[in-house]
């Protein structure tokens, strides 16, 4: 596996990813899969018809003839497809932030997102992508909230990170209040 690096004006070359996590295996939904091997096949229809014209590099995305399209070139082209479908202004980049913040949103555990993303950390991915809105608050509110949902520990951190409170009984009207952590400072 290697990846297209940016070598200059114009020119590009071939690199390996900066990090062992840069090489890993991402599971894909049932219709990126299907929209993968379509545009698999139209490729090995377009290597037959140009024969040896064909270039093969084995690239996922490339020009007809298969020689590697310029990353430049790819986000013109996305930029394009953005803008005739009606979305805002968006870059190819932004898809990967997208993804991540729909997925904590959704519930998918930050570890699992860590390892889609490829961070090194959990932590890297918690600080750049959990945006805690008011409606995120609310259905963690109601959630806690519900019927038979009567005892657990919930963690709050302050705006340092270095002065932790713990409860130590969540109901819809906490039996105890917020105190410092015995380990906190």
Request: some cysteine; hydrophobic content about 35%.
């Amino acid at each position: 596996m290697s990846d297209v690096q940016r070598k200059g004006s114009p020119g590009f070359a071939w690199g390996t990813p900066k990090t062992k996590k840069g090489r890993r295996t991402v599971a894909l939904d049932p219709a990126s899969v299907a929209a993968l091997r379509q545009h698999r096949t139209r490729q090995l229809e377009e290597r037959m018809a140009l024969g040896a014209n064909y270039t093969d590099e084995d690239l996922v995305v490339c020009k007809l003839d298969g020689t590697p399209l310029h990353p430049k070139n790819l986000s013109y082209k996305f930029g394009r497809a953005a803008k005739a479908a009606g979305l805002p202004p968006i870059r190819l980049h932004d898809l990967r932030h997208s993804h991540a913040t729909l997925a904590l949103r959704a519930g998918i555990h930050p570890r699992v997102v860590q390892e889609r993303l490829g961070h090194a950390n959990v932590s890297i991915t918690l600080d750049t992508y959990s945006h805690v809105d008011l409606a995120m608050q609310t259905a963690a509110a109601k959630l806690v909230a519900r019927p038979g949902h009567r005892h657990g520990v919930v963690t709050v951190t302050t705006a340092d990170r270095s002065r932790p409170f713990v409860t130590t009984s969540v109901t819809s009207r906490p039996k105890t209040p917020l105190r410092r952590s015995p380990t906190g400072p």
